[in-house]
């Protein structure tokens, strides 16, 4: 059999649109494709593979578990998932875990408890929930209503009802709509999708004040900012906010698929026996994997190091703008970095991950106007240097048409 790019349009649904290298193997920051041209990874698979490729301690973890046991289902617990939500319990506000298989099932399963509880607890009236224009929450049916990009969730008939959204860091709008009949608040610490937008100090205070006069529960989506990507194990602990409700994904299963979704036991009694579930959620391999990630991340030299990292990152990138003047702005925390394109480049964003797809490094947009990097946590100096080198030449040749 032929294994190519072409195959993708006869056998897959075209919902994706996948660069025409097919990548075969990675180590660290390094991935290889089919024909062996090697890339240098600042995508980590879009803010997941957070020790970079075949980390040994994943690897172990993967391995040792393989050979114990796979799966159970939910009728029974497991010792990976014990252990791993005990680490997630001790290392947070939280004090309770539900374990889902990605960033919108632990958004749904938020979702779906916030709505509860306020049916349960205040009745029928509060049901309101907000959410932030351009945020990103994932794709199933009722998170991308609450993500704020219509054109994700329009075309598919009738959504999930009082859903509203508003500007991010406008806190003028968000307290115009909040009401004792809203029930949650779901918000990015950072915003990734959306272009690597910030929250205001003021904005993340204020929210977490008019949330808690108004008893609704709020729920800081970290399933991109999580696992140390912004230098701090979950950005809400940089922030000073704390929010009632936190999801964890990509990064938590470090390239295995898992989700996880954090609160107190006060508003965990609401999902009480047979009111929610996954077959997969909590899964032996997931959490073993899970839990070595967790172990390996959460240290005071990784965390330290990504903000060491993220300097000498913004310094070459600087460097690069400086010559070739492609970007108005290099923002973000941590290893989730965006570049915004200047005017010129408007709508072009693209242009430079395809360009560096062809220099020999792997990049991600953050919408139509943001380059966004989200490297390895881990990834070593050398690796930023000669990606950034690399980078460059993209940009030169994007520039010189
Ligand atoms: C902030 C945020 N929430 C949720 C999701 C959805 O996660 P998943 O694709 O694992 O369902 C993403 C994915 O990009 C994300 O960035």
Not at 154 to 161: A, Q, R, S
Not at 213 to 227: C, M, P, R, S, W
């Given at each position: 059999?032929?294994?190519?790019?072409?195959?993708?349009?006869?056998?897959?649904?075209?919902?994706?649109?996948?660069?025409?290298?097919?990548?075969?193997?990675?180590?660290?920051?390094?991935?290889?494709?089919?024909?062996?041209?090697?890339?240098?990874?600042?995508?980590?698979?879009?803010?997941?593979?957070?020790?970079?490729?075949?980390?040994?301690?994943?690897?172990?973890?993967?391995?040792?578990?393989?050979?114990?046991?796979?799966?159970?289902?939910?009728?029974?617990?497991?010792?990976?998932?014990?252990?791993?939500?005990k680490?997630l319990?001790?290392?947070?506000?939280?004090?309770k875990?539900?374990?889902?298989?990605?960033?919108?099932?632990?958004?749904?399963?938020?979702?779906?408890?916030?709505?509860?509880?306020?049916?349960?607890?205040?009745?029928?009236?509060?049901?309101?929930?907000?959410?932030?224009?351009?945020?990103?929450?994932?794709?199933?049916?009722?998170?991308?209503?609450?993500?704020?990009?219509?054109?994700?969730?329009?075309?598919?008939?009738?959504?999930?009802?009082?859903?509203?959204?508003?500007?991010?860091?406008?806190?003028?709008?968000?307290?115009?709509?909040?009401?004792?009949?809203?029930?949650?608040?779901?918000?990015?610490?950072?915003?990734?999708?959306?272009?690597?937008?910030?929250?205001?100090?003021?904005?993340?205070?204020?929210?977490?004040?008019?949330?808690?006069?108004?008893?609704?529960?709020?729920?800081?989506?970290?399933?991109?900012?999580?696992?140390?990507?912004?230098?701090?194990?979950?950005?809400?602990?940089?922030l000073?906010?704390?929010?009632?409700?936190?999801?964890?994904?990509?990064?938590?299963?470090?390239?295995?698929?898992?989700?996880?979704?954090?609160?107190?036991t006060?508003?965990?009694?609401h999902?009480?026996?047979?009111?929610?579930?996954?077959?997969?959620?909590?899964?032996?391999?997931?959490?073993?994997?899970?839990?070595?990630?967790?172990d390996?991340?959460?240290?005071?030299?990784?965390?330290?190091?990504?903000?060491?990292?993220?300097?000498?990152?913004?310094?070459?990138?600087?460097?690069?703008?400086?010559?070739?003047?492609?970007?108005?702005?290099?923002?973000?925390?941590?290893?989730?970095?965006?570049?915004?394109?200047?005017?010129q480049?408007?709508?072009?964003?693209?242009?430079?991950?395809?360009?560096?797809?062809?220099?020999?490094?792997?990049s991600?947009?953050?919408?139509?106007?943001?380059?966004?990097?989200?490297?390895?946590?881990?990834?070593?100096?050398?690796?930023i240097?000669?990606?950034?080198?690399?980078?460059?030449?993209?940009?030169?040749?994007?520039?010189?048409?």
């Amino acid at each position: 059999m032929t294994v190519n790019r072409e195959l993708f349009d006869q056998v897959m649904v075209p919902n994706y649109a996948p660069s025409s290298v097919i990548p075969v193997r990675g180590e660290g920051s390094r991935v290889w494709d089919q024909q062996d041209r090697e890339y240098i990874d600042f995508a980590g698979g879009i803010a997941v593979n957070c020790l970079g490729h075949c980390h040994p301690a994943l690897v172990n973890a993967l391995k040792e578990q393989g050979e114990k046991i796979w799966h159970l289902s939910n009728v029974m617990t497991n010792e990976p998932a014990l252990r791993l939500a005990k680490k997630l319990v001790d290392a947070t506000f939280a004090e309770k875990v539900y374990f889902a298989n990605s960033g919108a099932e632990a958004n749904e399963a938020a979702l779906k408890l916030a709505r509860r509880l306020a049916l349960e607890e205040f009745g029928a009236e509060k049901s309101q929930i907000i959410a932030f224009n351009k945020g990103f929450h994932g794709r199933t049916f009722f998170t991308v209503t609450v993500g704020g990009q219509a054109a994700y969730s329009d075309g598919f008939g009738p959504k999930p009802g009082d859903i509203v959204h508003c500007d991010y860091n406008d806190l003028a709008a968000f307290e115009k709509l909040i009401s004792d009949k809203t029930c949650a608040v779901m918000m990015e610490p950072l915003q990734g999708e959306g272009g690597i937008v910030s929250p205001t100090d003021e904005f993340a205070k204020g929210v977490r004040e008019l949330c808690t006069k108004h008893n609704a529960l709020l729920i800081f989506d970290e399933v991109q900012t999580g696992v140390g990507r912004t230098g701090e194990l979950y950005a809400y602990q940089g922030l000073g906010v704390t929010p009632d409700i936190l999801t964890s994904a990509k990064a938590l299963g470090g390239g295995f698929p898992i989700g996880a979704m954090l609160t107190t036991t006060e508003i965990a009694k609401h999902l009480k026996v047979g009111t929610h579930g996954s077959t997969y959620g909590g899964n032996p391999l997931a959490c073993a994997v899970g839990e070595a990630a967790f172990d390996t991340v959460n240290t005071p030299e990784v965390l330290a190091g990504v903000k060491a990292k993220e300097a000498l990152f913004r310094e070459l990138l600087t460097a690069v703008n400086d010559k070739y003047k492609v970007f108005s702005e290099i923002r973000g925390q941590g290893l989730l970095i965006g570049a915004v394109v200047a005017e010129q480049y408007k709508g072009r964003a693209k242009e430079f991950l395809v360009a560096g797809i062809n220099e020999g490094v792997m990049s991600l947009v953050a919408g139509a106007d943001v380059v966004r990097f989200t490297p390895s946590l881990v990834i070593p100096e050398a690796d930023i240097r000669e990606g950034m080198a690399r980078f460059e030449k993209a940009v030169a040749a994007v520039v010189n048409g």
